[in-house]
């Protein structure tokens, strides 16, 4: 099969480089189309095309001109691709840009799929979703996170597509599951200085405040001052910084609740994030909106006792079988309570790790990828 990969790889790290590491093979041959740095190369040959004039960086630091300059250079190598050359067109990351570009990307195969991400659609505003309203209707196929798919289908009316569970692996769970067989958890929380007797409470994921840390915080202030003191809260804040002053400000609001906490805002390896993740007891995400995080999923191998957001779309956890906990934000401190004074009984029935693993581990996830591409349609 002759399947070309439509993305920015480098915008869609660490994800598009893992998938070019373990979905192509000798069956499926891709060649990528990497629409940030307009550059065309196979992975299976020499073959390689790039257009990358210094007029064309100085020109794409022009704000009003940005869009356009991508969308002409993108079709000057389509251009040199031949038409219905491909069994399928894979494209990642949906943005407005593909409402110009998908009618000449359509002709060069014979399926067009799509693989949006979550931002592409639960960040999108009514505008932005109405231009791509051609795009996803052009698609024979939108696949990813089976709830996620649904939402969008549903809103642009899409009856007869058959959707498809094809999502990213997580090559972080491997890493995860050596680190677990070769080092006990109390090295760990020793190394990165958290309290052995405390519950580690981790809040968010990264340093936008559309994590909601404040709210968080906030009901934080009405829980005992006992079970408070039986915590050390651990804040990440090293990916997607807004400003200096949201970072000061989370600081000196967990500090009018605890003097027990930890803000990470350096940079940390892949493996002292992996690290990080399971020596936490207790995870927090109650983001505005999200897809099918990576993060909240090396949260449920961990084994941590994990708080969603009611709002986001997790059914797929609860079909397999995998347990976590969904509070409203105005309930945040009834659930916390609860979990906090039976942490010990909650903590031993908490058993996630291998379904977690099953679910989206490259070797799973990379498997369906490959029954997708080599299946026969209509």
Not at 90 to 113: A, D
Not at 354 to 359: N, P, T
Request: charge should be positive; glycine fraction near 2%.
């Amino acid at each position: 099969m002759q399947i070309l990969l439509v993305a920015g790889v480098k915008n869609g790290w660490p994800f598009l480089e893992e998938f070019i590491s373990n979905v192509p093979s000798n069956d499926l041959k891709f060649d990528v189309l990497d629409v940030d740095e307009f550059i065309f190369y196979s992975l299976h040959s020499n073959k390689k095309l790039s257009i990358t004039p210094k007029i064309v960086k100085i020109l794409l630091k022009i704000p009003r001109i940005k869009l356009y300059i991508k969308i002409i250079f993108i079709k000057i190598i389509l251009y040199k691709i031949k038409d219905n050359y491909y069994d399928y067109i894979n494209i990642h990351n949906i943005t407005n840009m593909y409402r110009y570009l998908f009618t000449s990307i359509k002709k060069k195969g014979k399926y067009l799929v799509l693989s949006p991400w979550g931002s592409d659609f639960y960040r999108a505003n009514l505008k932005e979703k109405l231009a791509l309203e051609r795009v996803y209707k052009s698609a024979d196929f939108v696949v990813g996170n089976p709830d996620f798919i649904k939402d969008i289908l549903e809103y642009y009316n899409i009856e007869k597509m058959e959707t498809y569970d094809l999502r990213f692996g997580i090559e972080k769970l491997d890493l995860m599951r050596k680190i677990v067989a070769n080092t006990k958890l109390e090295n760990i929380r020793k190394k990165h200085a958290i309290p052995q007797q405390k519950i580690s409470v981790m809040i968010g994921s990264n340093a936008s405040s559309k994590q909601n840390h404040v709210k968080i915080i906030d009901e934080l202030k009405s829980l005992e001052k006992n079970i408070i003191e039986n915590c050390f809260f651990i804040i990440p804040m090293t990916y997607r910084k807004e400003c200096k002053a949201y970072n000061e400000k989370i600081r000196k609001l967990i500090s009018t609740v605890t003097n027990d906490y930890i803000i990470i805002d350096h940079f940390l390896d892949v493996e002292d994030l992996c690290e990080i993740k399971l020596i936490t007891d207790v995870a927090i995400f109650m983001q505005d909106t999200d897809a099918f995080s990576s993060t909240v999923q090396e949260q449920l191998f961990a084994n941590s006792l994990v708080i969603l957001g009611d709002w986001l779309p997790y059914q797929v956890y609860k079909k397999l079988n995998i347990k976590f906990w969904s509070s409203e934000l105005s309930n945040l401190n009834l659930t916390l309570i609860s979990i906090l004074k039976n942490f010990k009984d909650l903590k031993i029935v908490v058993n996630n790790r291998e379904k977690i693993y099953r679910f989206s581990s490259w070797e799973t996830v990379s498997k369906n990828w490959m029954d997708f591409f080599m299946k026969e349609y209509e």
